[in-house]
Every structure is written in structure tokens, then in C-alpha cells.
């Protein structure tokens, strides 16, 4: 794929990544770019590596081969432009915070070191919890929310961060309909801002109206690009259909070598 | 004056322990080694079910047990003994369970808080009875093996067997191999995927409570050799040892009785050496024998490891 | 020579441990003979009445030592608790032992620089070989965790056992680090357990936001450009110190029960963690004074078991007596709800009573009470005087009444579990006669609410599948104060 010769660089740009997770390659030679603006949705089978992509892009993993640039810089130095909404179960609702806090840790990242949130940025969580309607439930600790309303907090808490690239790990996973709702008209607006979003979904149906481009991703891209271009029969077949079974008892057998099985 | 570290003698070392010492030796290292094998067994076990540290909390609270179950039947009497031991474990099993479901306390502290209360009543109770228990604090914390060869001995139609508490361990090792032997396809089967076994007519639960029955008996049975903590590296480090060197079960077990015998026999000497006690000495060379298996193990040690990484490897291949 | 009779000769002393333990308690230093010997009384009330005068310093040692590790040890427990490290700090106060022994070896004494050094190496490198071990083998976390606990241990004994074997080493008090014992604690530890407090507390305060972040959520963390790892390598590194300045009163064998317990039961108490956090060192000072004042009392008791009972009462305390997880508290609201239940069916059978008589006669007798309810006279009496004792009814002979409140609430829970059977009914395609059992549950706890969305979605329908009229909502207001009237005739 070709970066179109634009001055700003692109929000992300991935060449030839390869991911491993226990030696056993996940992602193999990933090559992406994705213009500004754009709402993306990335699709496929589960054990995909959609989820791997994204943690990869946030260097929540480490890379095999291959690099990730983010405004056309590595992510350490542009880590305040990109948000992140991981999957509902990464962390334990049990902890002993509440929601204002939750949100509040939008904050941290720019925030720096050894500053305290200010009433400025208290405003502006506050402000994040009433654009997802959970403003209402500031003060509640967080066990006591039911499960879509745990996954409001965590898009108010991407919102707090204020970021221009946006990662998130199945946002509509265990939702109830209207939370659902909820939460793409929050992503439009994102959208509508001239900010980027890649968006795990599980869930074909809906995928096709929800995003502007898909990413079909099983083990390597498949396809990426329009959702009109990308969402047909053929190319869902070879992201969902057999083809890749080859690929993934291929890296079965790489895992197994590397790991020095018999 | 003696000094910290005794001079290196080859003959007082080496060479004493198995001829004009054998008579206490001699015993000592075989507790040892038995100790090591029953605990290595059912620590296989622990392992796989990833229980490693109900080992722990089961050790500590045995204490209390050992120690009421003194001074209300005012007898060292094996039966009371393991009466006592059985109820503590089963007592901190429930305090566990009880804590981490009716609490959002997770079940990590919930093990530490159930084993260092009923611990500290242990050492507490000790401390108070100290001239009435015939235990003190250090033998509580790492045993008194030494002292093996000076119990009475028992004998069977005249013929003299050994020491009571060595025969006892003999008999529980003979029961868990026995054990391991009959329900060799159950107890995999329930520590490879419970669901798998119900529906082989496994129950779960059953296997569950029969290991952490034996797992007891064993730890009261090994308590007075090598204390509430030594035990800990008794269960895991054979299992764990032998798992970096092989991966088939029947040969994990076999490698963890070896293990046993080579830390007994290791231990022995360093201990004999440094003219420290032998029950920690057994397992610093246990944990020796584990590192040199860490490092230099054949496929998966530091050293291949290195070698591969460096070597390159295996290229990824390429996605079509 | 080491023979067997040496082996003996050690065994011997086991008799004499008693002894030991105490002349050991008595003796702590030479330098402290003479003081602590005077502290030695015989009675515990004159004993208890001396800790309480901080007249001997070795007693205002003890409990400063005590107030010092409790909010330390507290304050880092909260992470350790929320974070699921419990079974690290474990690994992490058993793992000192050997850099105890051979920080007394430095220089052959309780120099507690050395001392402090030593432990925190060990402490340090324990926890580093759990996750060497974890990340180069396929041995996991448990297994490793356990491994190296028991091996430094190990390594810990054999050291103490041949420092006690010198001729300076039997009198060095190397052993107390294994119970811990309070009144060993000199002015040069207390120096470098206020030292380390005010690093803790310092350092806490300093990175709370931090520390909260990586430890709710260390993925977004780094996803934010924090530097986790060495977050988490500083929060490793205060645990290891504030374990160590713990090992001398409380010992290495129950020093993560300071950590664990109090932090667990401030846990139970709060929803946040800046209060947890000064709750469990509130917890930590609380049971390190009391473990420091029993173990003064009777004059030969390790103090580290002391406090670690003290922390597991604190413990038992909230577990049973707090607000609100407590389970005194949560048996009490279960008990509530059920007699809530129990009065709210009442009421129900006195409205079908009235209800099956067109709401002419104007209240229900006992025997028909007892009818519907299926009970006795005598349990029907006692509902109904339930009713009457909370303003629900009035009773005159064997006639039960509603009052305005009672009556409403009636209509309320009738109207609910008309409703419920109808949702069901239509919506959840649930046949008839399977939808009581369910709205027998769903009546009590349905609120206005979603009364409101079901009569919406319904279209405020009359009628329950069983062809029973539901009441509206006028109409609760309009019977409430008609059987107001009818109720006080």
C-alpha cells in the first residue's frame, strides 16, 4: 500500500510487523496505513491477532520484526496524541476507585509526573462523563456498574485523553443495545473532529454500517480499505474461510520448533 | 576458635558420613531422601494444578493442629498428631474459601492472611508451652532431622526397621506411590481439565479433597524432619526441576525421586561441611541441583536458549 | 569435630530453648542488659501499667518501631492488596533471611546498616529470580514464587545456623529475625525505620497518581506513555525496605502478614484507595502496638505472632462488622428484605381477600388470612400483627384493616406482580401458568421506575393473564385514601 503524498504523515503507518505470543507467530508481515479522519473497524475470525494488532501498535508487546509509526513518529514520542480503550476484562472492577477516577487517568499522560489533576481537569472529565451519560454515576465505585456502563467509563476515559489516534479493544463487547448505541454516536463525533479510530468488532452485521473502512484481518491483512469496496462475499470468505488454516498450523509448527518441542 | 566456614576436610566430608558415621548418617540421609520423594510426588501434582502455594498455606497452618492436638491429648501419639494437623489444614482451606467468596479479598491474601494467623497462633501456643511441647521454635521453622537416628527404633519380629518417624515416612511414601500408581489416569485427567474428567465419571471435587488429604498427611508426616517452610521447596522443587528437563509425567516423577536422593545426598555433605543444620542444607542443594537443570538443561536451559537466540534460529516464515 | 555427638550436642539444647528464648528476650544486646533487665517485672498488671508510662525507653523503642513499620508496612500492603501481590510479599520477607545473616556477618553484630542492606539485596534478588524463573522456564508464577521462598529460606537457615555455631554468634540475637522481637529494637533502628517511613510516605504521596494507574490498569498506563516498569521496580523496591525495617519486630516468617492483613481488611472497609490506604496503616500501628504491648506483658513471647494476631482481629472485625460488606451488616439487610417480603405478601393476600369480595366488606378476618397464606391462626396472627406493628394495618378482634399506607402498598405489589406476569406473558412468550413463581420474586424488588416502562410498553393494560384486573396508579392513590377513611371508622 502506498502512502499518498500527504505533508501531515499519516495517524498510523505499520510496516512488515510480525507479533509472536508464546514463539508462536499471531501476525505475520502486517503492512498498513491509515489516512486521517477515518473510522475503522478491524474484523475476522477469533485468534485473528486483532486484539495482538492493536497491543502491538500501543507497544504493549513486543515486536518480532517491523515497525509502527505513529504521526510518522514512534509512538514513545507521540504517546499523549493516542487513546486507548482496552478490552472490559484487562483490569479488575473490584478495585478500590471510582468513576470520576477512572476517568480522571485520561488525564495522567499528559499530566506528566508529579502534577496533580487540576480543577481544569476535573471540568474536562466531568465534561467526558456527560457526553457518554454517565455523569450521574460519578462518585460510584466502579463494581457497582453494569457492564455497559463499565465500558462507558472506559470510552469517557479515552476521551479525557484527548488524543487524535484512537485504539479499541472491542468497545461494544457485552453491551446492552442502547449503550451501544451510545457509543458509535460518541465515535462519529471523534470521527467528525478529524480524529482517527481502529475499532476491534466482533460482530459482521453491524460492522458494515458502524465503520468507514474495515480492516479484514486474519493472521496477516487480507483486505483494507473502503467499507462499500471491502465489505463483499468473496473477501469475507478468504478472511473467515479455510484458506488460513494452512497458514495458522504453519505457525503452529514454527511455535512448536522454537520452542524446542519434540 | 572456630571459624565460619570449617576448613575443607575430603575425609571428615565425604568420606566419614558413609563408614565410621553411617550408623547416624546413615538414617538421616535416607529421611531425607524419603521426605524428599513423598513431598516431590505429590508436589508433581500441586504443580500441574498450578496449587503450588496451598502447599504453603496447607504447611504453616498445620502447626496449630500439631500443637492443640499436644496439649489435648497430652501424647505425642501419631493418631492425635494427625488428627490435629488434618483439622488445621482443612480449617485454613475453609478460612481461605470463606474469605475470597463472601469478600472482593482476592484469593493470594486471602491465602496469606489464613496461613500467617493460624502460623502465629502456632508459634504463639509454642512459645507459651514451650516446656510442654516437645517443640521449639526453630525445629517449627526448619526441623530437627537430626535427630532421626536418636528415636527409638522399631522393630517387627525382632527385626530392627529404623527409627519411628523414618518408618513412618517410608510407609507414607509407600502410600503415595501406591496412590499414584491406582489413580495415575484419574489424577491427570483432573489436573489436565476437570471438565474432561466429569464427563469420564471423575469427580473433580473428590480428587481435589483426596490430594490436599494426602498433601496434609504428608506435610505432618515430614513436619518434624524439615519444619513448616523447608517443606515448601520439598514439594515443589523435585517437580519443578524435573519439568525443565522433561515433559512426559511418569518421567517427571521419576526425575523428582532422583532430585530427592541427589539433594539428600548433596545436602548431606554440605551440611556435614559447613556444620549447619542438614534439613536446610538438603534443600539449598536441591535448589542448587535445580539451577544447574535451569541453566545448563539440555533443551530448555539458559545456556540453549542463548545458543538458539543467537544461532538466529528458525527464520519466521514468511505469509504467503 | 562435627560428628554426630556435635549433632547431638545441638539437639541437646532444644531442652534448653525455653531458656534461651527467654534469657534471649531478657538480653537482647549487652549494651540493653541492664536496662531491660529492670523492665523484667513480675506481675503483668505492674507490667501492663509500665508499657502504658513509657517510663523504660526500650518501651518507647518498641512502640515507635511498632508505629513506624505499621504505616509503613500498611501503606505499601494497600498496593500489595489491590494488586494481588500477596503471595510476592511473601516470597519477598521470606527471601531476606540470608541477607540478614550475612549483613551480620559484615562486621560480627547487629549493625542494622549491614543488616538492612544484606536483607534488601536478597529481598531484591528473590523477586528477581521469581521472574527470571517465570520468564525463562515453563514453571509458573505459583511454582516460582514457591521455590524461591523455600530456597532463600533454606540458605537463610543454614547461615543463622552457623552464625549461632560462633562463639559470638549464640548471644547475637541473629534468631530473633525469624519471630521478631520488639523489644530488641534499639534507638539506631528506629533511626532507620523513621528514615524509611518518611521515604515511603514521601515517595507515595509524590507518585500516587502513579501508582494508582499501574495499578488499576498498567496497560493503559504504558498506553499513556508512563514508565511502568519502573514504577513498578520502585513500588518492589519500598516493599523490600519496609519488610526489612519490619524483619526485627515482627520477623521474616510472618512480616507479610503486616502487609497482607491490615491493607485486607481496610479493603473491606472503603471504595477508594487514598482512605484504604490510611486506614490500613491505621490497621498496621494498631496491630503493631498491640503485638508490642502483649509481648511486653508476658515476657517471653515472640512479638511477630502477636501482631499478626492483633492484624488478623482487625480483620475478623471488618470482615464480620463492617457497614457495608460486613456480614453482620449483609445478614442483617437479608434478614430485613425477607420480613419485608413476609409483610408485603400479607398485604397482598389481604388485598385478594378484599379483592374476591368486590372490596365490599371491609377488612378480612384471621381465618381467611391463615386460608390464603396457608398457615395457622396463630402464624396469621403474628403477620398480622407484624403489619400493625410497622402502620400497615389495624386489627380489631380477629378483623384486620388496611391503613392508608397499607392499602397502597397493596395495590402497589399486586399491580407489580399483575404486571410482571403480563410482561412475561406477552413479551417473553412464557405460558401462563409459569409465570407466578417468577413474579412472586419480581413484585418486591420492581421500582417506580420501570413500573412506569411496563405499563408503557404493556399499554396500560387492564387486565393479567389470569383475567385479574391490574390497579393503575390513580387508582392506588384514590383507595389509599378511601380505606384511610374506611380505616379509621
Known sequence: MTVPPDPSPAPLEIHDLTVSYHKKPVLWGVDLAVPRGQLVGIVGPNGAGKSTLIKACMGLLPLNSGWVKVFGRPLRDVATRVGYVPQRESVDWDFPVNVMDVVLMGRYGRLGLLRRPSAADRAAAKACLEKVGMLPFANRQIANLSGGQQQRVFLARALAQEADLYFMDEPFAGVDAATESAIIAVLRELRSQGRTLLVVHHDLPTARSYFDMLLLLNMNVVAFGPTAQVFTAELLQKTYGGRLTVLSEVAHAVGAQERGAP | METLVPAFDFHRIFVAPWTTEFPTFGWIVLMGFLVGAACGLVGNYLLLRRLALMGDAVSHSVLPGLVVAFLLSNSRGTGAMFLGALAAGVLATLIIEVIHTKTRVKQDAAIGIAFSSLFAVGVLLTALYTSQVDLDAECVLYGEISFVPLEPMVEVAGLTLGPASLVRMALVLLGVVALVVMFYKELLVSAFDAGLARSLGVNPTAMHFGLMAVLSIVVVSAFEAVGAILVIAMLILPGATASLLTKKLPWVHAGAVVHAALSAVLGLHLGVWLECSLAPAMVVAGAGVFALAWVFGPEEGLIARWRRQRGGGPEPVRAP | ?489
Open chain 3, 1 to 489: 569435630m562435627p560428628t554426630a555427638t556435635t549433632f547431638r550436642a545441638q539437639g541437646g539444647r532444644r531442652g534448653g530453648m525455653a531458656a534461651a528464648l527467654v534469657a534471649g528476650l531478657l538480653f537482647p544486646g549487652v549494651l540493653h542488659a541492664a536496662r531491660v533487665s529492670d523492665v523484667a517485672g513480675a506481675d503483668w498488671l505492674d507490667q501492663a501499667a509500665r508499657f502504658l508510662s513509657f517510663r523504660d525507653l526500650s518501651v518507647r523503642y518498641a512502640v515507635c518501631g511498632a508505629v513506624l513499620l505499621g504505616v509503613c508496612c500498611g501503606v505499601l500492603g494497600g498496593f500489595v492488596v489491590v494488586r494481588k501481590m500477596a503471595l510476592m510479599g511473601d516470597t519477598l520477607s521470606h527471601a531476606v533471611l540470608p541477607g540478614v545473616a550475612l549483613g551480620f556477618l559484615w562486621n560480627l553484630s547487629k549493625d542494622p546498616v549491614a543488616i538492612f542492606v544484606g536483607a534488601t539485596l536478597a529481598g531484591l534478588l528473590g523477586t528477581g529470580m521469581v521472574r527470571a524463573i517465570t520468564h525463562t522456564t515453563r514453571l509458573k508464577e505459583d511454582a516460582a514464587l514457591g521455590l524461591v521462598l523455600a530456597s532463600f529460606f533454606a540458605a537463610g537457615a543454614c547461615l543463622v545456623t552457623m552464625i549461632q555455631r560462633l562463639p559470638t554468634g549464640s548471644k547475637s540475637g541473629v534468631d530473633k529475625f525469624l519471630f521478631g522481637q520488639a523489644a530488641a529494637i534499639n534507638s539506631g533502628d528506629v533511626w532507620l525505620m523513621l528514615a524509611v517511613t518518611v521515604l515511603v510516605l514521601g515517595l507515595v504521596g509524590l507518585f500516587y497518581k502513579e501508582l494508582l494507574i499501574v495499578s488499576f490498569d498498567g496497560g493503559f498506563a504504558r498506553a499513556s506513555g508512563l514508565p511502568v516498569a519502573w514504577i513498578d521496580r520502585g513500588l518492589m523496591l519500598l516493599l523490600a525496605f519496609s519488610v526489612v525495617i519490619a524483619l526485627q519486630a515482627v520477623g521474616a516468617v510472618l512480616v507479610s502478614a503486616m502487609l497482607i492483613t491490615p491493607a485486607a481488611a481496610a479493603y473491606l472497609l472503603t471504595d477508594r484507595l487514598h482512605r484504604l490506604l490510611w486506614l490500613a496503616a491505621a490497621f498496621g500501628v494498631a496491630a503493631g502496638v498491640t503485638g508490642a504491648f502483649f509481648s511486653f506483658l508476658g515476657h517471653n513471647l515472640p512479638t511477630g505472632p502477636l501482631m499478626v494476631i492483633g492484624a488478623s482481629t482487625v480483620f475478623a472485625g471488618a470482615f464480620f462488622l463492617g457497614p457495608r460488606h460486613g456480614v453482620l451488616a449483609r445478614w442483617w439487610r437479608r434478614r430485613d428484605r425477607a420480613a419485608r417480603t413476609r409483610r408485603e405478601n400479607t398485604l397482598k393476600s389481604l388485598y385478594r381477600i378484599g379483592e374476591e369480595a368486590d372490596f365490599a366488606a371491609e377488612g378480612a378476618t384471621l381465618t381467611e388470612l391463615a386460608r390464603l397464606r396457608k398457615e395457622t391462626l396463630e402464624d396469621a396472627q403474628r403477620l398480622a400483627t407484624d403489619l400493625v406493628r410497622h402502620g400497615l394495618a389495624t386489627q380489631s378482634d380477629d378483623l384486620v384493616y388496611f391503613t392508608p399506607a397499607g392499602r397502597q402498598r397493596a395495590a402497589e405489589i399486586v399491580r407489580n406482580h399483575r404486571l410482571w406476569e403480563l410482561y412475561l406473558t406477552n413479551s417473553a412468550n412464557i405460558a401462563a401458568d409459569h409465570v407466578h413463581e417468577d413474579a412472586e420474586k419480581i413484585e418486591h424488588v420492581l421500582g417506580e421506575e420501570v413500573v412506569r416502562d411496563l405499563e408503557r410498553r404493556l399499554n396500560h393494560a387492564a387486565v393479567d393473564p389470569h383475567g385479574r384486573r391490574i390497579p393503575t396508579a390513580g387508582e392506588i392513590h384514590r383507595a389509599a385514601g378511601l380505606s384511610g377513611e374506611s380505616g379509621r371508622k
